[in-house]
């Protein structure tokens, strides 16, 4: 299950969830179920790409060590992870994450062992498990959980008139996002980067 195929209503929604309404009220179905069953966190970065590329521009570090909007977004919640975590006891080692863009493996790899913010990580492995989404029921949630708000992110920097989809998209974006985690985690340089790329999936400011 992927949150591009849902929203495109392309196979296998195509033919038992023709409408929008019928996807929308199987995804909140989804949604529902999910957070009875399991006690989760999120850790969410949205990061625009026309953003990044002219900040990147401006500093040597996002060129060499987070060259890719991806990277920016990844790095940004490793550390969120790392910051949230720090004060656990006997929580070395036990923490794993989870990506689905396997290129990028070898950059993240480098990034874990040796921080842009110059920090250690501790509370997460240095050997990433990468894998496609349609091979994996844990990667399809997350897919639901970040298609969700990203979709309603673009919807707002848009001038576009809302749709009935994006209206009810915008309605399950509280009930996500009440478990994301979006204390800073940067200080000085980075923060300063980030505040200029990094946009809010919501007007809260969340």
């Not at 009440?178 to 980030?194: D, S």
Request: aromatic letters at 12%; hydrophobic letters at 35%.
């Amino acid at each position: 299950m992927k949150f591009s195929d849902f929203r495109s209503n392309s196979h296998p929604y195509k033919r038992n969830f023709p409408s929008a309404e019928a996807r929308c009220d199987l995804l909140e179905t989804i949604i529902s179920e999910f957070k009875k069953e399991i006690s989760f966190t999120v850790f969410y970065s949205a990061i625009c790409d026309a953003d990044f590329y002219r900040e990147r521009r401006s500093d040597s570090r996002i060129t060499d060590r987070l060259g890719h909007p991806y990277l920016a977004a990844a790095y940004r919640v490793l550390s969120r992870v790392e910051f949230e975590n720090r004060t656990m006891k006997n929580n070395k080692g036990n923490t794993f994450v989870v990506w689905d863009q396997q290129i990028y493996q070898e950059k993240l790899e480098a990034l874990i062992a040796d921080p842009l913010h110059l920090t250690r990580f501790t509370q997460i492995i240095d050997t990433a498990y990468f894998g496609n989404s349609h091979h994996s029921k844990l990667i399809q949630i997350a897919d639901l959980l970040a298609g969700i708000p990203r979709y309603h992110c673009v919807c707002e920097h848009t001038r576009k008139p809302k749709k009935y989809f994006d209206e009810r998209i915008a309605a399950l974006v509280p009930t996500i996002l009440q478990a994301a985690v979006a204390r800073e985690c940067f200080t000085e340089g980075l923060q300063e980067f980030y505040s200029h790329i990094e946009k809010s999936p919501d007007r809260s400011g969340l």
